[in-house]
């Protein structure tokens, strides 16, 4: 099958997608969609995301989007080397997981959202800086909670490996270094985010290694 992702370096929802496809080890092909640049808005684009978001996957020309239901996608394709445990309250504890970061977490510090904060409310930077910092760390203080009696081993969360938990966790942990969080609080993710990254197929997917990092 062939594989083409759309995304963006610094986005932290194609950061999931490419975690996921990396760990499954799959072979997928890179469309880069600047979002700096507005590549996100071009009309080319907007045929396969009609929200002018990214990441959007093209799997043999068809075309799925929104990164939770990409990722699902990936899970129930190539069930290998699972994010999910079997048992049906840990998986809802591991999705529970990664929903506080994919719902209340990430969205009202991404791109669209500091823009507008800017351009619509008079935040200058370190006012758009401070908003994401504060969301970041509210949402990390529960998560650290929830860590804490999760089961995990080796550093993970969950388990003795990498779950849905560290596919959104990375990417959150990169934006909490960007803005400027004080980790320090947060021992217990930090050691996830540190044995996720140490595996050579999940660090593969780091931002600064993309084609279009700048």
């Known amino acids: 099958m062939k594989l083409v ?36 808005r ?3 684009y907007l045929a396969r995301n009609p929200q002018g978001l990214v990441p959007a996957l093209e799997a043999d020309g068809r075309i799925l989007t929104q990164s939770p239901a990409i990722i699902e996608w990936i899970e129930e394709t190539w069930p290998e080397r699972p994010l999910l445990p079997a048992d049906p309250y840990q998986r809802a504890r591991v999705r529970a997981f990664a929903a506080a ?49 999760a089961g ?13 938990a560290e ?8 934006n909490a270094r960007r803005f400027g969080v004080d980790l320090a609080a947060f021992p217990r993710l930090v050691a996830a985010d540190e044995a996720a990254r140490a595996l050579p197929e999940l660090a593969a997917a780091a931002p600064e290694l993309q084609p279009d990092a700048v």
Request: glycine share 12%.
């Open 5 to 40: 992702l759309h995304g963006y370096f610094r986005s932290g929802t194609s950061y999931r997608v490419r975690l996921a496809l990396n760990w499954k080890g799959l072979a997928y092909e890179t469309a880069v969609v600047n979002l700096v640049d507005g590549g996100q």
């Open 42 to 44: 071009a009309a080319s």
């Open 101 to 149: 970061i994919g719902c209340d977490i990430h969205p009202i510090q991404n791109l669209r959202v500091m823009k507008k904060l800017r351009a619509d409310h008079g935040a200058d930077q370190d006012g758009a800086t401070a908003w994401a910092r504060h969301w970041i760390e509210t949402g990390f203080t529960a998560l650290e909670v929830l860590a804490a009696d």
């Open 152 to 164: 995990g081993q080796g550093g993970f969360i969950f388990g003795d490996g990498p779950s849905l």
């Open 167 to 174: 596919i959104y966790l990375l990417p959150q942990m990169f």
